[in-house]
């Protein structure tokens, strides 16, 4: 059974940083396009940022370029966003997603498993 299990969310001001983490079981990460998506209250969800595994090419959202940055250690079976500069349009609920086919953002219903999600508040 896939669990993902994400931890790291928050609350934090403005122009704080956070860094949230994804681990695997019964998955490994070094497989498929890993990465995260968020949804916020009344809106849809929307990929941030993704990354496939050995080649390592990364790809995000142009509303997160530059302050985000995905990575995952294939010894620990992790995936990472760290997040900085944020804003209060960051606020949201943040899911780890595992194969995420031909790594798009922009096809969420297509990502095979999930994460619960960890939520992120960002203080104006």
């Known amino acids: 059974q896939v669990q993902l299990v994400e931890s790291g969310g928050g609350s934090v001001q403005a122009g704080g940083s956070l860094r949230l983490s994804c681990a695997a079981s019964?998955?490994?990460?070094?497989?498929?396009?890993v990465g995260w998506f968020r949804q916020a209250p009344g809106k849809e969800r929307e990929g941030v940022a993704v990354?496939?595994?050995?080649?390592?090419?990364?790809r995000y959202a142009d509303s997160v370029k530059g302050r985000f940055t995905i990575s995952q250690d294939n010894t620990k079976n992790t995936v990472y966003l760290q997040m900085n500069s944020l804003n209060s349009e960051d606020t949201a609920m943040y899911y780890c997603?595992?194969?995420?086919?031909?790594?798009?953002?922009?096809?969420?219903?297509?990502?095979?498993?999930w994460g619960q999600g960890t939520q992120v508040t960002v203080a104006s």
């Open positions: 997603a595992a194969e995420v086919p031909f790594c798009r953002l922009s096809a969420p219903w297509s990502v095979k498993y």
């Open positions: 990354i496939s595994p050995g080649i390592g090419i990364t």
């Open positions: 019964g998955y490994t990460f070094s497989r498929n396009c």
